[in-house]
């Protein structure tokens, strides 16, 4: 985390525009130095050792050395929290998932539809991703596979009763497990969803902060990886055991009736916390329509998006596993839960499936 002096970030982009506009949006904030400009990959490189940045802002698409492999070759030089940004392009999509694989902190888009692009439709989310991206672990972006003993700071797994524990919760049947992640979410999640044996007893609905165009994109990569299957929602898309469905960008997914049989619903309302897909909606979703004990993880994220769908859900006899500090990107999201006294356990990522199977045979 940066104290006491400026955010040094580094730009790199191949068109002149783009630079400057978003040099404009980072430099509105006081707390942000840009100490360069790059228009390709081959000068980002030499940017990296000449000015020692603390964030990077990496477009995706650029001629020569593209952003994917610039982030490869600046990961092996010096990592640095990197905030890709790409176009609402499947191409774009797949490889700026590649990037986060790769150890990428964070991702924005640009706007389609005008050329130059509008740059100030998404000024604040890039301010505010450069921003988190300066207090990310940039080891932990990059630590997906790695298991115990990789992750910087290893301490033992931590157990605590959770405030107001529903008499006999473990003792009744888990319906469902629901997960919510933000930044850092699609590598964790890469790393807990294969961990699941593949006659996982419940179904795994998940919430993963992305705009539309990249959650089909990235659920296709999970699906490759894990031994369940696992798509995209849609309206009215069964929700059923050893099945994960991950909430589409640009809508709020939640849980519904048809029958006797449990089905997503999407939704085009506001923005829960700023963000669309919210963790909040689905979960109080499950609290109204499930009621039964559901098993909720957290992950790592910025901001505090299912804490108070967390505290719905334990009312209702869930069983709350937080992503530990050491394993975490960005300990927002389960430090809030943590800190609500909402969690039974706190975990390493590399542990979280474990303890998801302890809790099923309670």
Known sequence: MIKDRKIRVLIVDDSAFMRRVISDILSS????EIVGKAKNGNDALKYVKETDPDVITLDVEMPGKGGLEALKEIMAIKPVPVVMVSSLTKDGADVTMQALDAGAVDFVTKPSGTVPPDMDKIGGELLQKVLAASRASVRNASSRGMGPGKFPAQTAAQKKPAQGV???ALARKQELLVVAASTGGPNALQEFIPALRKDFPLPVLIVQHMPPGFTSSFARRLDERSQLAVTEGCDGMPVRKGAVVV???GYHM?????GAELV????ETPPVRSVRPAADVLFASVADVVG??????VLTGMGKDGLDGTRLLRARGAYVIAESRETCVIYGMPGAVVEAGLADEVLPLYSIAAGVERCLKN
């Open 166 to 168: 529903a008499p006999g």
């Open 254 to 258: 939640l849980v519904g009736r048809k």
């Open 247 to 249: 909430a589409p960008g």
């Open 29 to 32: 904030d006081p707390a942000v």
């Open 264 to 267: 997503c619903r999407l939704s």
């Open 292 to 297: 039964a004990p559901v098993v909720v993880v």
